[in-house]
């Protein structure tokens, strides 16, 4: 008996040993019943309770205001946009009922102001969190696109479109852009060395620029103990550069639409001591357009084409590494056109005129006999770009006949062809005249 008392007493002793675990006790919130009002801001609307109310506790002042007519009505003022809520406590200090006070831009105020612009379409406006969202089914993205803008007026970053086009219009904007650069450069450069054995005269060293000369003339002489060393380079540089861009882009009416041929160049970017990160900036041909269908037939249209080249001559170097300069024009418009008319952007024009001389001085002032002491270079460039900007209206056909293209101009060559005749790929892709392939 005694060998089973004892263990039973020691597991008695270490059970009334272990402490007792602490219960957590879980504050809930008082019951009651809860509805949601809808205020406008800078607006008062009244309300009344089923039951008199002996207390009534706001959560935000500074977003609603509460003020009590009687024991069991009351009005609210919406005083900013944004959201509280009231507790209503009874006569004994219960609480009788939540409301959540939503304050927001007046809705029906704008939906009879659309009503009024646009009689025909049914627009129809509702609170939506601190904003409003119209909704409804629209003629044409034109009056979707105004009804927005006056729903941005009456509240500014709160208005949200979902308004559906019955007949959404693509717009397709045929662009030219035609580039024209004539450069011309002379260069003439002297070189003089006279000695006599014992002493050396040298004037000039050629050509100012770093290209080597076309043509060069020496002449040596000797005069008893004196040589005589002359030399003449010269360099005559003319080009012409034409550039030709066709990019078409298709938009549906309202939204922007972007095109790039050309490319991106890295950049080093000095972040602070033995850091530099990269980036990138583009260049070649690129449009940005934006065309909107009026609800009188005409295209408004914000276009705006850039047209850059890499410039070599101009080039810095950051940590040991070459950035080439960029040579950029570009042009920034909105327009209204009809169907299928044109709108070309001249006067594009640049010219640069460059000058330089490097002379012994003294010598090179002296009439006639200086020239063998002075050498100079001229150089001119001349550039003219013309962007020509054709919207036109979608059709059907448009789309069928872009269905239809497989392959681009300038045919395959045969293999006998291109082993014997020597024929390639070096056709144009198009001819001139804008013919589809």
Same mark, same amino acid.
């Given at each position: 008996?005694?060998?089973?008392?004892?263990?039973?007493?020691?597991?008695?002793?270490? #059970?009334?040993?272990?402490?007792?675990?602490?219960?957590? %006790?879980?504050?809930?919130?008082? &019951?009651?019943?809860?509805?949601?009002?809808?205020?406008?801001?800078?607006?008062?609307? &009244?309300?009344?309770?089923?039951?008199?109310?002996?207390?009534?506790?706001?959560?935000?002042?500074?977003?609603?205001?509460?003020?009590?007519?009687?024991?069991? &009505?009351?009005?609210? !003022?919406?005083?900013?946009?944004?959201?509280?809520?009231?507790?209503?406590?009874?006569?004994?200090?219960?609480?009788?009922?939540?409301?959540?006070?939503?304050?927001?831009?007046?809705?029906?105020?704008?939906? =009879?102001?659309?009503?009024?612009?646009?009689?025909?379409?049914?627009?129809?406006?509702?609170?939506?969190?601190?904003?409003?969202?119209?909704?409804?089914?629209?003629?044409?993205?034109?009056?979707?696109? !105004?009804?927005?803008?006056?729903?941005?007026?009456? +509240?500014?970053?709160?208005?949200?479109?979902?308004?559906?086009?019955?007949?959404? %219009?693509?717009?397709?904007?045929?662009?030219?852009?035609?580039?024209?650069?004539?450069? +011309?450069?002379?260069?003439?450069?002297?070189?003089?060395?006279?000695?006599?054995?014992?002493?050396?005269?040298?004037?000039?060293?050629?050509?100012?620029?770093?290209?080597?000369?076309?043509?060069?003339?020496?002449?040596?002489?000797?005069?008893?103990?004196?040589?005589?060393?002359?030399?003449?380079? +010269?360099?005559?540089?003319?080009?012409?550069?034409?550039?030709?861009?066709?990019?078409?882009?298709?938009?549906?009416?309202?939204?922007?639409?972007?095109?790039?041929?050309?490319?991106?160049?890295?950049?080093?970017?000095?972040?602070?001591? $033995? %850091?530099?990160?990269?980036?990138?900036?583009?260049?070649?041909?690129?449009?940005?357009?934006?065309?909107?269908?009026?609800? $009188?037939?005409?295209?408004?249209?914000?276009?705006?084409?850039?047209?850059?080249?890499?410039? =070599?001559?101009?080039?810095?170097?950051?940590?040991?590494?070459?950035?080439?300069?960029?040579?950029?024009?570009?042009?920034?418009?909105?327009?209204?056109?009809?169907?299928?008319?044109?709108?070309?952007?001249?006067?594009?024009?640049?010219?640069?005129?460059?000058?330089?001389?490097?002379?012994?001085?003294? #010598?090179?002032?002296?009439?006639?006999?200086?020239?063998?002491?002075?050498?100079?270079?001229?150089? !001119?460039?001349?550039?003219?770009?013309?962007?020509?900007?054709?919207?036109?209206?979608?059709?059907?056909?448009?789309?069928? !006949?872009? +269905? =239809?293209?497989?392959?681009?101009?300038?045919?395959?060559?045969?293999?006998?062809?291109?082993?014997?005749?020597?024929? &390639?790929?070096?056709?144009?892709?198009?001819?001139?005249?804008?013919?589809?392939?």
């Amino acid at each position: 008996m005694r060998r089973f008392l004892a263990p039973a007493l020691c597991a008695t002793l270490a #059970l009334t040993a272990i402490p007792t675990a602490a219960v957590a %006790q879980v504050m809930r919130s008082e &019951s009651a019943a809860n509805r949601v009002i809808f205020v406008p801001v800078d607006k008062s609307m &009244s309300f009344r309770l089923d039951q008199p109310a002996a207390k009534i506790v706001v959560a935000q002042p500074e977003t609603a205001e509460i003020v009590a007519t009687t024991d069991r &009505s009351f009005y609210v !003022r919406g005083v900013a946009v944004g959201s509280t809520n009231l507790l209503i406590y009874g006569p004994g200090g219960k609480l009788q009922q939540v409301v959540d006070v939503r304050v927001g831009y007046d809705a029906r105020s704008l939906e =009879q102001d659309l009503g009024v612009l646009f009689p025909r379409e049914g627009i129809r406006v509702q609170t939506m969190g601190e904003g409003v969202l119209l909704t409804g089914n629209v003629s044409n993205a034109s009056v979707a696109k !105004r009804a927005l803008d006056l729903a941005d007026k009456f +509240a500014p970053q709160g208005a949200t479109s979902a308004l559906t086009v019955s007949a959404s %219009q693509e717009v397709i904007l045929e662009v030219r852009i035609l580039e024209a650069g004539r450069s +011309a450069l002379q260069d003439l450069g002297f070189g003089l060395t006279v000695t006599d054995g014992h002493s050396v005269f040298t004037s000039g060293s050629g050509l100012l620029g770093s290209t080597a000369p076309q043509g060069a003339v020496s002449v040596r002489s000797k005069i008893g103990t004196v040589s005589i060393d002359a030399s003449l380079q +010269a360099l005559e540089e003319k080009g012409l550069v034409r550039t030709l861009a066709r990019p078409n882009l298709v938009a549906v009416s309202g939204e922007t639409a972007s095109f790039l041929a050309g490319g991106e160049f890295p950049y080093p970017v000095p972040q602070g001591l $033995n %850091q530099v990160t990269l980036q990138f900036r583009t260049y070649g041909v690129k449009l940005n357009f934006l065309p909107t269908v009026q609800d $009188n037939g005409l295209i408004r249209m914000k276009v705006a084409p850039e047209v850059s080249q890499l410039d =070599q001559a101009n080039a810095i170097r950051i940590n040991g590494v070459s950035v080439p300069g960029l040579i950029t024009r570009r042009a920034d418009t909105t327009v209204e056109l009809k169907n299928g008319d044109s709108l070309a952007m001249g006067g594009l024009f640049q010219r640069n005129y460059d000058n330089t001389l490097r002379q012994f001085p003294v #010598l090179g002032d002296i009439p006639i006999l200086g020239t063998l002491f002075r050498s100079v270079r001229w150089k !001119r460039a001349e550039t003219e770009l013309v962007i020509i900007v054709t919207p036109r209206l979608a059709t059907p056909a448009d789309f069928t !006949r872009a +269905a =239809q293209i497989t392959t681009l101009g300038g045919p395959e060559p045969k293999t006998g062809d291109l082993i014997f005749k020597g024929h &390639s790929l070096d056709q144009p892709l198009s001819r001139d005249s804008g013919a589809n392939p």
